[in-house]
């Protein structure tokens, strides 16, 4: 076979969510298959995370803003490599092609509701570029694959796709995220001590950063330790904003906010982390929340969505829409020791259920399947 894989911002300094599971996916793939022939194409960028090897070429690609660069530069660069199938990876895919498509559709958030509080030009031009292309391209594709049964589930209904059609094949995490037992290296860089709370929010409602908040006010009333919290990549304004709207002036002086923390950090940042916040209203899959769990840091998560089938029924499943009930699980964390190690031990077990390499396995028998499908 000779597999096209899409992997645009996989160069690009700060990668987010689904730029790290192509990349995962590739990495594995070239650790396991050395009988097919791929041809990766990115954009250029700085951050040169994966090379060729003998049965794997990299192609870098031009062609300015994402729109232009997937349905004009991608399908041309894909019939010069005369691919025979082009896997695209982050939820759209060019309309005009020519090459049998299998497109990962992580999420369909793009149909569902909007809040009208998003600023954000960068999410919400995403958001419309989403809604103009997805509902074009579905047909066109061999194979949808998604990340979670909640999500496939959620696919089916609201597309009325056959079942056939859509595939689930979990994501999973870098097995260097484990605990780490000297994680000083980390303090100084984000915090000065162990024993915080870590949240991972931004400005996208979906994230919950503002009930998130309103529940550690609420922490911070009640706790004799009074944690501080490691927010990481939010913009200093919305967290103003925030606090003014609802009167939680007392989180001011317990937050940290670095920045961007980098992926070869992060087994450090949890591990040195009392508990992770992890509270959205909605998610896919949660890579993040395995993350922390293979650190042995217990995870206070949401009962919604994907969260309950990744987290596991023994994890702490928290209705998000509820401050005090994220609040009332940190306390109990903070106060219940036997309760804290069950949820350490939870965590430790329930991550070893994934990973990249058998999500690799399954991608692959996915191509092989698309490809014998195609050819008789």
Request: charge should be neutral; hydrophobic fraction near 35%.
């Amino acid at each position: 076979m000779k597999i096209g894989i899409e992997a645009q911002r996989i160069f690009r300094q700060n990668k987010h969510g689904m730029d790290y599971v192509v990349l995962q996916e590739i990495l594995e793939l070239q650790k396991m298959d050395h009988h097919n022939e791929y041809f990766v194409f990115v954009a250029p960028g700085p951050d040169v995370c994966v090379k060729d090897t003998p049965n794997f070429h990299i192609i870098e690609v031009g062609g300015g803003f994402y729109p232009v660069w997937e349905q004009w530069s991608l399908p041309r660069a894909a019939r010069e490599a005369r691919v025979e199938l082009l896997h695209c990876t982050s939820n759209t895919a060019p309309l005009f092609c020519g090459i049998p498509l299998i497109l990962t559709l992580h999420d369909i958030i793009f149909l569902e509701p909007r809040d009208k509080g998003n600023s954000s030009l960068y999410q919400n031009m995403g958001w419309l570029y989403r809604r103009l292309v997805v509902p074009r391209i579905l047909g066109k594709c061999r194979r949808i694959i998604t990340v979670s049964d909640f999500e496939k589930q959620n696919i089916i209904n609201r597309l009325q796709l056959p079942k056939k059609q859509v595939e689930m094949i979990y994501n999973g995490y870098n097995d260097w995220f484990r605990p780490m037992e000297d994680p000083d290296c980390v303090f100084g860089k984000y915090m000065r001590e162990r024993g915080y709370l870590f949240f991972l929010g931004n400005t996208d409602p979906k994230k919950n950063t503002e009930r998130t908040l309103i529940a550690y006010s609420r922490y911070l009333e009640r706790s004799n330790v009074k944690r501080p919290l490691l927010m990481a990549d939010l913009d200093r304004h919305y967290l103003d904003d925030i606090i003014s709207r609802n009167h939680i002036e007392n989180i001011r002086q317990h937050i940290e906010m670095p920045g961007y923390i980098v992926n070869s950090d992060l087994p450090y940042v949890y591990s040195a982390a009392f508990a992770f916040l992890y509270t959205s209203l909605r998610e896919s899959f949660g890579i993040p929340l395995l993350e922390a769990m293979a650190c042995g840091t217990p995870v206070v998560t949401s009962n919604t969505s994907s969260m309950p089938e990744i987290g596991g029924k023994d994890a702490i499943l928290v209705n998000p829409e509820s401050p005090e009930e994220i609040c009332e699980q940190l306390l109990r964390l903070e106060t219940d020791k036997a309760y804290y190690q069950q949820q350490v031990q939870v965590g430790l077990q329930r991550s070893k259920l994934f990973s990249w390499k058998f999500t690799a396995e399954q991608l692959l028998s996915l191509y092989e399947t698309v490809y014998r499908e195609n050819k008789y």
